[in-house]
């Protein structure tokens, strides 16, 4: 879809928002999630949900309970949704409109991303049709990698990666940081040495370890993800000059505008977009856009998500410039139940299949939910 489509589409008229509703529920994990900023055994995710012409529409919002990956936190989240954000809608007539009202509220991306996704829910709804059609996205097979966080040992990462594989993840990523990076790739290189590896840094590196990411190479990686500072791009270009592997960005491309200084700099060769970190689908699809006449291709980032938040990037991830596997798992490998009915389920080749279900496609089992929520308010009615 190219610019001007997307300009079309959020010109579109949305039906009248009726009532608009947050709610905070709690899912815990299989397992914990250890990366460099810690471990985590359960999220605490942001619902916002919209009523409107009988219909029923879903965001979610990506903030965690701390301000690690990045400054947002569900408080944060639920005090710009709900003073600024949401009271936007009254007057909210199209995707184009609710962009205008918001778009002089500085930051918070990941508590506007939650609004505005709920809006893309209702277009395609109220238009009759799967998001990824309304997009004109034909492809609706997603290929799907798994993103391992850190383990105990090399013997319980490795038999992590085996059982992701058996069950058809077309790639694994592994989280590194400093003194925890060379040996765990040696060991996986040693017994797997073909299969389609990367590594996120999550900005645990400075430019004094060059040498070391450099020596990243022999592992032919499929590429290493933002291993320098959260808000570097500069600095990144030096690293790319030096390193074959290509880098991949992920907390710098804040926006579009980022994306375009990334691509301009060659501080990168591939950008993970997620719809949180840069406030919504119109300005993920931009950046696949920019991207994209640039050869650089994407990949659909993850951030733990429950079903809602799963569907909206799997729509995204159909683009044609998305041409690696993303961090869009089944909810299985993170949930014993997840909010969505269907679940969302990955086939042993490696593929979740969008729904053809209008909007995202999945229904929100609202009885599991509703065991689940800690804090709810009707924020517009
Ligand atoms: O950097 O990609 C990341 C999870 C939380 C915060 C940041 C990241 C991640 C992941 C997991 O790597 C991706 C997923 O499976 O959703
Ligand atoms: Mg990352």
New binding site residues.
Partial sequence: MTNEALNNLVEKKLPRIEVANLLLFRLPLKDP?E?SFGSIDHREIILCTLEASGLRAYGECVADVDPL?SYETNFTAWEILKRYVIPAFASTRSIHDFLRQTGNIRGHPMAKAAAELALWDLLAKAQNVPLYRLWGSERAQIPCG??VGLQKDNAALLNRIRGYLSEGYRRI?I?IKPGRDRHLLQAIRAELPDIPLMA?A?AAYTLQDLPLLQSLDEFHLMMV??PLHYEDIYEHSHVQKVMKTPICL??SIVSSKAAQAAIDLKSCRII?IKTGRVGGHTESIRIHNAAMNHQIPVWC?????SGVGRAHNLALASLPNFTYPG?T?AGN??WDRDIVDPPVIMDSNGFITLQEKPGIGYDVDHDFLNSLVVHRETVLK
Avoid: A, I
């Fill in positions: 999630f990366t990956y798994v993103s990523k989280k996120d999550n993800e933002q992920d907390e993970n980032g993850g951030m733990l998500e961090d798992s490998r993170y």
